[in-house]
């Protein structure tokens, strides 16, 4: 999965938010998981603190500067200097007093989610999702459309038709965005998904960050969907819960991510996790390429073949009785397909849980967790561990969410290696 690629000259105008610092979209770690941020007090080391500061703010806040001065290892003295900025720059604010305490109750502070803006692009080969993202991760504003093989030129001229609006409807300008995101499958031209038109191996040739860096003019961050849907789980969903975990994202094909330690894996070549191209046992005794077997377009497939035409999400809990029964055969022979996998999965990996989340209705995904789970506890007595199998917090957006994070960690947050460092306390 490739490194996040920038384009765009346009940085914040922020008081030492210079753009040097990217970031894996590390999680949020709190006190309560027994770690402390690394801050440092060498001199010219503000930008890096101010990172660490702002980031520990929006993890904790409200928190005091007292505490921020525990947590990041900083001197009360440095931190007061850096939330002074922070304040000045208006990427923080206070948020009252600690009562109760004796003496001048010190203030709290919390990150101002109107500081900064992002944009996170999901593009697919069945949809296309925008998003506007604030700085404390709420979505100010959405906009989707089904499109099956959108080529190049009709994601580009969506965009630009879309972005306008999506700013108007969140209520902000286009001065106040920090970047765009882009979460975008690996290979998309490669998959060969059902009904996948010729003209779509286009995309091998695209520079991608290239059909969003000319309606606005900010830094462009591409990721693979699956690392981005994982980066976002890491941030707001059960990344809180769990530091390791492996992410399974069903959408028109098959992705993985992979999180061990509160950091996102991506192997030497960049291509961990990849899932989909692997193979499983597709219900007629042959082996198949998973992404051909667990995805909505193979879902899809097999309802077709049996007269019902389905070509979105909503489609599926619209289905009859008949149609909701093909559902529930599909998630059996998914659930087959990907057992050897799983098991693989927890004796190399070891995870502290296996996260599913993507286009799927929720029941859907529900009900091929709880399948996984069953089949895989006949196995518990004979590995050394089985991760449960959980629906993921986010889910259908996940990629655009994680993809419109991808400008807050390069340009205002600290690299996760230089973030965290275990508490010997």
Known sequence: MPQAAAQGSTAPTAKNMADTHPSDGSPEEGRDAGMTLSGTNLERAGDHNQRVTLHAIRVNGPITRSDLADITGLTPPAIAN??????QDNLIREAGRVRGA???????????????????????RDHITLVVLDFQGTVRARSAREIAFALPATVATFFQRSVGHLLDKAGIGAAQLVGIGV?????????ALPEQPEEYS?????????????????????ENDAAAAAMGEMQFGRGHQYRSFFYILITAALGGGLVIDGNYFRGANGR????GWLRGHDGFSSTRQLQNIVSLSALYSRLARRGYRVSSPRGLTRLDEGGRRLVSE?????????????LA????????????GGRLPASVIEDLARRLNERLQPYAATMPAIAPVEKAVMSDDAPAVGAAILPFTHRLLPTRSALMKVSQG
Do not use: H, M
């Not at 961990?272 to 899932?275: H, I, M, N, T, V």
């Open 345 to 356: 999965i927890n004796c190399l990996i070891n995870p502290q849980a296996v996260l599913i």
């Open 272 to 275: 961990s996790a990849e899932l």
């Open 82 to 87: 850096i939330t002074k900025r922070l304040l």
């Open 202 to 222: 286009a995309w091998g040739s695209v520079a991608v960050e290239q059909l969003f860096s000319q309606s606005l003019q900010v830094p462009v961050y591409v």
């Open 183 to 191: 979460a975008f499958p690996d290979d998309i031209q490669r998959a």
């Open 330 to 342: 599909w998630v059996e022979i998914s659930v087959e397909a990907l057992l050897e996998t799983l």
């Open 102 to 124: 004796r003496g001048q109750p010190p203030i709290k502070l919390v990150i101002n989610p109107d500081s900064w803006f992002s944009i996170g692009v999901n593009v697919d």
